[in-house]
């Protein structure tokens, strides 16, 4: 079995650094970039870090909107 990617998703200065931890960083400023982010997502993406906004802008069950798709977590404020 081999071990999906991890992405972070949001505000270029909170996700920016996690790309020095080998996550696809994608880069969101605002809610229609979360939204778009979310659907741009690698097929091979197992885990998203989101930023608090970007968990806003996408609501409680991502997933729901497109079927199953990553674990989320989401970055303390």
């Known amino acids: 079995m081999t071990m999906g990617r991890v992405a972070a998703l949001g505000e270029r200065s909170r996700v920016i650094g996690l790309a020095l931890a080998g996550a696809v960083v994608l880069v969101a400023d605002d809610a229609e970039a979360v939204r778009r982010g979310w659907h741009a997502l690698p097929d091979d993406v ?31 404020s």
């Open 46 to 76: 197992d885990l998203v870090i989101l930023t608090p906004a970007a968990a806003e802008a996408l609501g409680p069950d991502p997933a729901a909107s497109g079927g199953s798709g990553p674990l989320t977590a989401v970055m303390p």
